[in-house]
């Protein structure tokens, strides 16, 4: 298996910008989460999805961020408009249902960047 | 107070020695608790899971449950340079993991 794909790898863009990250889970597996990692507030959940589903939301900034799961294969996760504090590495991780829901598979992230 | 706590670090040790990493969580009811490891500039990736009180071993890696404590501990015998390294403690509550602040381990030649 490829293990769980993130694209892009690197987005430098400026503030305003609306910015698409993207991600192709492990086949299989049911749980997507949405993390996000910066030196000062370390990896924070975004959100997570379950079966397509969005479960908890409640990690999403504010209104400026949304995720889509519309099929088992792809997720999105958009910021619009983008600002200078969403700097950060965003991660995508899958796992299968029951106690190994706990054990996440990270893809390689997306390093953003905003100017 | 945080939900997962780490010990701040850096943690340094020789090579060879035996490395302790310590995390405690806030919520009694949690029941499923993860090591990751992270390199610089890589992602998370998964080393341990513990699920019931008292040792589980892999390897060169054991990890350590006290529920009662509410603590999680991760040693890591005969440590390498190979071995230096971001630690993330992870607890499993209502579906979602939440993860520590992490410990960086330096393993000196």
């Known amino acids: 298996d490829a293990g769980v794909i993130q694209s892009p790898r690197h987005e430098v863009t400026e503030m305003g910008q609306e910015v698409t990250l993207r991600c192709k889970p492990i086949?299989?597996?049911?749980?997507l989460f949405w993390y996000r990692q910066t030196m000062m507030r370390g990896l924070e959940l975004l959100i997570y999805?379950?079966?397509?589903?969005?479960?908890?939301d409640s990690g999403m900034p504010e209104d400026r961020f949304s995720a889509k799961m519309p099929n088992a294969s792809f997720s999105t996760l958009k910021i619009q408009p983008s600002e200078p504090r969403d700097s950060a590495v965003y991660f995508c991780?899958?796992?299968?249902?029951?106690?190994?829901?706990?054990?996440?598979?990270f893809g390689e992230g997306s390093r953003l960047t905003v100017l | 107070q945080k939900e997962v706590e780490q010990n701040s670090g850096p943690l340094s040790v020789p090579e060879g020695a035996i490395a302790s990493l310590n995390c405690t969580y806030s919520?009694?009811?949690?029941?499923?608790f993860f090591w990751y490891r992270q390199y610089s500039g890589k992602s998370p990736e998964l080393i341990m899971s513990?699920?019931?009180?008292g040792d589980k071993e892999d390897g060169r890696f054991t990890a350590q449950l006290n529920k009662a404590s509410q603590y999680v501990s991760l040693l890591i015998r005969d440590s390498q340079p190979s071995d230096s390294a971001t630690y993330l403690c992870?607890?499993?509550?209502?579906?979602?993991?939440?993860f520590g602040d992490g410990t960086t381990l330096t393993v000196k030649p």
């Open positions: 991780a899958t796992s299968t249902s029951g106690r190994a829901s706990g054990e996440l598979f």
């Open positions: 086949s299989g597996h049911d749980y």
């Open positions: 992870a607890v499993l509550n209502a579906g979602k993991s939440t």
């Open positions: 919520d009694r009811v949690s029941q499923s």
């Open positions: 513990i699920y019931s009180n």
């Open positions: 999805f379950n079966n397509n589903v969005p479960i908890d």
